[in-house]
């Protein structure tokens, strides 16, 4: 393939690469904020916007596609390849869309500290998004691994970049600690990938066959290492303490879009490069999905620190995506095309959603955060009276992660459930009756997702302030309220616009062979993805019903009521003014699940007695999965490497006996 | 028996000469004399070295005759005397088994490296095919002795008499390594020899002995 500047490859490959040297001007003159804020984060911003444009456009002219090039970098003989298709297209309108409000936002964010200086973090932070946007390029497994541990890597030193705390030394060694068994297990997925080949491009992998025994192998290696990457419930616990360790910008950045690069890890590997595996394997995601989506909720529902509280609702979404993805690969064994497609449509709907809304949240915190400097759900309170701009646009954020019409969150999740109701057709004996129980699964899941919104939402902004630092908090600088600004206006446009966006979406699932939907019928503002016949939604209809009802009821209200407004405290049962205290907290807010899921906690509380003069009441919440799987696992590694150390003499005689030793060994052997 | 031209008869006394010295290295305990060893092992490498090419007629092993003694004869040994001189080190005090034992082990390590070499000098087709044996019996003994020494100076001694033991192996089996590769090993010897130097000075001053039992015991938290 030529190299010519006009084809969409070579220009988000170019863009890939002005991103690099973006980072690496940050690398001039590391310690100069103004640099690195001013100028670097807004330039890469607008090559994310770039990026997502071209990548949108090359999505929707799919005889373009794919596109392949070849460069020549790296080992000899083995060159890097690239390839362009409509699922990587359609990821990277998710990277550069979401990473462009994200970017905006960090140009205001990152201040000089005691952590990284700006320029090296603004090194870290492109390289990340480079990467990100290799992994999708990358049409072997040399450059994808590369491009993923580059990834993994400069994500860490983000994570760390509060290097000085030990707490956050210690998130970052999980997660990377937890990375790289992902990567291992990622490796050994392409190992068994190439089906005896040993040619280690996509292509050799998709033409290999492998018994059906071997492609069971692939799919559990490729599940086990990108669910590592993604969250999925049992691998999970890097998460919760990763996000929170990181600064928000960066947190947004992991939550939103690498979690999907990992998504699209497992989908690249399920539906493209994986052949001759039984459709029933699909219900392993679907299991797995829907368990940490209930694990991930009911978490978030006990949190009290607000990054830890959506870092877990990240798993929930996670465990949709799963499901989703799991879904489709049933339906697809199982020769149900059309309901393939929207299954998987419906994941790659969410995962666009998430990367907005859950990017979104992230930095509403982090405004938060920076302008209180506090985490903590229990000292913070009003805030919407102090920061409306933040407020205002969390709240679009917030409504739409918890799947309320017209936003973007409730359109994937009517998908997926449209998908989960055709479950019932499924020509397996007992499968055919248990998942369709799934859909009352993510019912549930979307209701109680809906519960901890209303509990952050609340507690963070609304009533009163808990503490009287807070009236001295102010509202967010000028490209913070743009970057906000930029994902909500995505969630809205995602919300309205599904009628455009899912047969783009189709496209997709057709050409990977999964299945096609019927042809579009119906205006712009009406969503059917099963035909004009069957069940619809037209968000515009909706959203404009909503308006018009408030616009009415206000009119209504102005031309009835026409005494003066009163102001007054309220009423407060005669019982002395009410304060900031006397108010909901996050712990009892999050009490009635936490009682209805006790089992699920490992919890410690500690109640005051009776007569205790001043009485202090505190819980800690922690993870069963953490006792019971990782720590004796860690043991087991510490009593491995002790035994080991009778080995270390620390001799130098005894080192080279066993080097002698072996050498005799090896050479018996050899003849 | 067939004839066996003398030159090839030569060759093998030399071949056995240099396990001779291996073994008189195995058990000196004077680290001056054990420099001298080393060089005499050089010399008489480089001798077999030279008659294998007036032999065959391989000029490449001309070269590395005259590589082999510019190295290990003339500076290899000048750079140890030199440092012997500096150091102070002139006995290796009580080896950690005592020389009998060593000797009966290294007698048992050249059973062994006979046994392994016979089916690869029925694979060679060179002429010094035999003497594939000896080399691999020099390169373990130099191992032994290298193990068996306590003061560092010793066991740099050791290192190099392995790679004498490398070098005749290969030259025996395929008569000598590509010029590129004995170039390289050549240069590596020599920085190696320059790096150890350094750190002999280094642990000196830092222990006021080079006895190696002294670093054991700063071998750092378990």
């Not at chain 2, 020494?149 to 001694?157: C, E, F, N, T, W």
């Amino acid at each position: 393939m030529t190299v010519a500047l006009g084809a969409p490859l070579d220009q988000i490959l170019a863009l890939l690469c002005a991103w690099v040297a973006i980072g690496a001007v940050g690398l001039v003159r590391p310690a100069s904020l103004k640099i690195a804020g001013r100028t670097l984060f807004p330039l890469g911003a607008v090559c994310g916007v770039a990026i997502a444009a071209i990548a949108a456009i090359a999505a929707t002219h799919l005889s373009q596609l794919p596109e392949r090039l070849e460069l020549p970098i790296g080992l000899p003989a083995l060159p890097m390849h690239l390839r362009l298709d409509a699922l990587s297209a359609t990821f990277l309108v998710l990277l550069g869309a979401a990473s462009a409000g994200i970017s905006l936002f960090g140009a205001g964010y990152f201040r000089v500290g005691q952590g990284t200086p700006p320029g090296l973090l603004c090194f870290e932070y492109h390289l990340f998004l480079a990467s990100m946007g290799f992994v999708l390029l990358a049409d072997d497994a040399y450059s994808f691994m590369v491009a993923w541990e580059t990834m993994a890597l400069s994500s860490y030193f983000l994570v760390t970049s509060q290097h000085r705390i030990g707490e956050i030394r210690r998130a970052g060694f999980l997660y990377l600690l937890i990375a790289h068994l992902g990567a291992l297990a990622i490796l050994l997925c392409f190992g068994v990938l190439q089906g005896g080949s040993w040619r280690f491009t996509f292509d050799a992998m998709r033409a290999a066959h492998l018994s059906a025994g071997w492609a069971a192998a692939a799919f559990l290696l490729a599940l086990a290492g990108f669910g590592t990457k993604a969250g999925l419930v049992p691998l999970h616990v890097w998460l919760p303490e990763a996000h929170p360790a990181a600064p928000s910008p960066v947190s947004a950045l992991m939550s939103g879009v690498m979690l999907k690069i990992a998504i699209y890890g497992m989908l690249r590997v399920a539906f493209d490069l994986l052949h001759g595996l039984p459709g029933w394997w699909g219900l392993v995601p679907v299991g797995l999905g829907l368990f940490s989506a209930l694990y991930g909720i009911v978490f978030a529902a006990a949190q009290t620190d607000m990054k830890r509280l959506l870092a877990y609702s990240s798993i929930e979404n996670v465990g949709i995506l799963f499901t989703g993805l799991g879904l489709a690969m049933v339906f697809r064994g199982a020769a149900m095309p059309t309901v393939a497609a929207l299954a998987l449509i419906a994941v790659l709907y969410h995962a666009l959603n998430h990367a907005f809304m859950k990017s979104l949240l992230f930095l509403g915190t982090g405004s938060v955060l920076h302008s209180t400097g506090e985490r903590n759900l229990g000292r913070l309170g009003g805030l919407i009276h102090r920061m409306p701009w933040v407020a205002w646009l969390t709240l679009v954020g917030a409504l739409a992660i918890a799947g309320l019409p017209p936003l973007n969150g409730f359109v994937s999740e009517w998908l997926l459930l449209q998908a989960f109701l055709h479950a019932n057709e499924v020509p397996y004996p007992f499968v055919d009756m248990l998942l369709p129980l799934g859909a009352g699964m993510v019912a549930l899941v979307g209701a109680l997702a809906g519960y901890v919104m209303v509990k952050f939402y609340g507690v963070v902004f609304l009533g009163q302030p808990r503490e009287p630092s807070l009236a001295r908090a102010h509202d967010a600088g000028r490209t913070e309220r743009a970057g906000l600004a930029w994902l909500a206006l995505g969630c809205v446009a995602l919300g309205l616009l599904p009628a455009t966006i899912v047969p783009a979406l189709g496209a997709v699932a057709s050409s990977l062979g999964v299945g096609a939907l019927p042809a579009r019928g119906g205006p712009w503002w009406m969503l059917a993805p099963l035909g004009p016949q069957s069940i619809s939604y037209a968000p515009p209809i909706f959203a404009g019903t909503v308006i018009a009802g408030v616009l009415l009821t206000v009119l209504v209200v102005r031309l009835a009521y026409r005494r003066p407004v009163r102001r007054a405290p309220p009423w407060a049962c005669g019982a002395g003014p009410l304060t900031g205290r006397t108010q909901d907290t996050a712990e009892g807010f999050g009490q009635p699940i936490r009682h209805f899921f006790t089992p699920w906690f490992a919890m410690r509380r500690h109640l005051p007695t009776p007569f205790d003069t001043a009485p202090r009441y505190s819980v800690e919440i922690g993870d069963r999965i953490w006792r019971a799987l990782y720590e004796p696992l860690a043991g087991w590694v510490d009593r491995g490497a002790a035994a080991c150390a009778v080995f270390q003499r620390g001799r130098i005689s005894t080192y080279l006996l066993y080097a002698l030793a072996t050498l005799c060994l090896l050479l018996a052997l050899v003849i | 028996m067939g004839q066996t031209p003398f030159v090839m008869q030569l060759l093998d006394t030399l071949a056995a000469l240099l396990l001779l010295l291996s073994f008189a290295m195995l058990a000196q305990r004077r680290v001056a004399t054990l420099v001298e060893l080393f060089a005499l092992q050089g010399g008489v490498l480089c001798a077999a070295t030279l008659l294998l090419a007036w032999r065959t007629g391989e000029e490449n092993l001309l070269l590395s005759a005259a590589l082999t003694f510019g190295v290990k004869v003339l500076a290899l040994p000048w750079l140890l005397r030199r440092m012997i001189r500096r150091l102070g080190v002139y006995w290796d005090t009580d080896p950690l088994l005592n020389i009998p034992g060593t000797m009966l082990v290294g007698v048992l390590i050249v059973v062994f490296s006979f046994g392994l070499a016979q089916p690869i000098s029925a694979l060679a087709s060179t002429a010094t095919r035999s003497a594939i044996g000896i080399a691999v019996a020099v390169i373990l003994l130099a191992f032994l002795t290298m193990i068996t020494r306590r003061k560092a100076m010793s066991q740099v001694v050791g290192f190099l008499s392995m790679e004498n033991g490398l070098f005749f192996g290969a030259m025996s089996a395929t008569y000598g390594m590509p010029m590129v590769v004995e170039l390289g090993v050549a240069l590596d010897v020599l920085v190696a020899m320059l790096v150890l130097g350094v750190f002999f000075f280094q642990i000196r001053e830092q222990f006021d002995s080079l006895d190696l039992d002294r670093l054991e015991s700063h071998q750092g938290g378990r």
